[in-house]
């Protein structure tokens, strides 16, 4: 932290904004008598985060949240858990078992990349897409036809 103590003002905006993560907001509660009169209040808000003395109680105080949420991870794990294993929705048990495997790193593709193995051996995609449109252009015709 810096050498100058902070005000209460300072640690009230520094507490408000890590746990936010709202500059305005803090501002607004930390120093409401100068909320309103001041003509640009994002600036204002924004310079106080580069306040040196701010700056540092902000990272103490993110520093122990970060510390509260890693001793609370256990019993978080153990909830999801117990829910992808005992609810009574799928859409939960589904839900819960997604958490874990993103836990664990376990993502989905981000990207799907189509190949054109198999029966179409190594015909390009765009072909592929060409002959499944036609189908489907010949299948309404045929549907057509019958209707009619």
């Given at each position: ?47 106080k985060l580069n306040n040196p003395t701010i ?35 799928e859409k939960v048990r589904l839900e819960a ?22 029966i179409f051996g190594g015909t390009p995609v ?23």
């Amino acid at each position: 932290m810096s050498d100058r103590k902070p005000t209460k003002n300072e640690i009230l905006f520094a507490k408000i904004y890590a746990e936010t993560g709202d500059a305005i907001k803090a501002y607004k509660e930390a120093y409401e008598e100068n909320a309103g009169k001041v003509k640009y209040l994002n600036q204002t808000a924004y310079k106080k985060l580069n306040n040196p003395t701010i700056k540092a109680l902000i990272e103490e105080i993110q520093q122990g949240l970060r510390a509260q949420l890693v001793m609370l991870a256990p019993d978080a794990l153990n909830n999801i858990y117990d829910l992808a294993m005992n609810a009574e929705s799928e859409k939960v048990r589904l839900e819960a078992s997604k958490e874990i495997m993103y836990g664990a790193g376990l993502k989905p593709a981000e990207e799907v990349k189509l190949s054109a193995a198999g029966i179409f051996g190594g015909t390009p995609v765009e072909d592929i897409r060409d002959m499944i449109r036609q189908n489907i252009d010949n299948t309404d015709e045929q549907t057509q036809e019958v209707k009619n």
